[in-house]
């Protein structure tokens, strides 16, 4: 039980990465506030709190995270936007922004005082190695907003390090999710486009939710105490080169 004792509040839990964390506290031990866009997709999520949260609602936002007062904050809500920078515009820019960056800012604006006065925390931001570590092909604005959530979580892991809270990004490569299936699809030829996210992984496959949740884990617990301000990469050798 690596996560008893310890309240944690998780972000887009409904599927994906986010589910996979979520599942992955409540078996440590964790009381798990699980929210999401969508609360339907929280059904199964057995004992855990519940309920619908749109992080681009920073009053919302703000109020849920006050009242969990969690230990561990998990913000892993974003959006995939493809394209070049010639395919996309203000909109689209300021939606990804929105998701994938000022949420976090907003959720990080609302925990981090009680994780102070209770004397510390972990906060765990998803990014992703494509942005400021590798760039992936149309990607622009993702890869934009992804970088944002590194330098994000760098600057308030530094201001918040004596306080006892520790603020780390989880740096996935390409990941079985719902999301990602959808992609595939959009792409036109689904085998062809599955082949060729695979093989941006050296290790010639896309990873799971599971092995994100398992680091998540990890950055949750106190095993990484030590561990603050740094991009986690997980991706198979994608960034090895
Ligand atoms: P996903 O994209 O399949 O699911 C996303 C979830 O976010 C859904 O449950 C959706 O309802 C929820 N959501 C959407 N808008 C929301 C909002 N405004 N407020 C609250 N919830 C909202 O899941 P995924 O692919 O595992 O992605 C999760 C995170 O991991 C994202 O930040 C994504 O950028 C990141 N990531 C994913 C991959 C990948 O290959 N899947 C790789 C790197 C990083």
Redesign the pocket.
């Known amino acids: 039980m690596r996560l008893k004792g310890k309240t944690a509040f998780v ?10 964390i979520a599942e992955a506290y409540l078996r440590e031990g964790a009381t798990v506030t699980a ?4 609360a339907d ?1 929280l059904e199964g999520l057995d004992g855990a709190t519940c309920f619908a ?5 920073k009053d919302a936002v703000t109020e849920a995270i006050r009242n969990a007062a969690p230990d561990v904050l998990v ?6 936007h493809g394209g070049t920078i010639l395919d996309a515009t203000d909109a689209d820019f300021d939606f990804a922004f929105t ?2 960056v000022r ?1 976090q800012f907003h959720t990080m604006q609302a925990v981090l005082p009680g994780m102070i006065e209770r004397g510390g925390g972990s906060i765990v931001n ?5 942005g400021s570590i590798v760039a992936a092909p149309n990607r622009c604005i ?1 890869g934009a907003s ?1 970088a944002a959530v590194i330098g994000l979580t760098k600057s308030v892991a530094l201001d918040f390090v004596t306080k006892g809270v520790r603020v780390n990004c ?11 299936h ?1 992609r595939l699809r959009a792409m036109g030829d689904y085998d062809e486009a599955r082949r060729a996210f695979e093989a941006r992984q050296p290790m010639g496959r ?2 799971t ?1 599971e092995e ?1 949740a398992h680091l998540a884990v990890y950055l949750g617990s106190d095993e990484s105490a030590f561990t603050t301000g740094q991009a986690h990469v997980i991706d198979g050798g994608w960034a090895v080169g």
């Open positions: 972000t887009a839990a409904g599927q994906g990465i986010g589910r996979a929210t999401d866009l969508k997709l949260l749109d992080v681009t609602d913000n892993c809500a974003g959006f995939v998701l994938n949420s998803i990014a992703s190695v494509a993702y992804k989880i740096c996935p490569g390409t990941v079985d999710s719902p999301s990602l959808d896309i990873g939710a994100i």
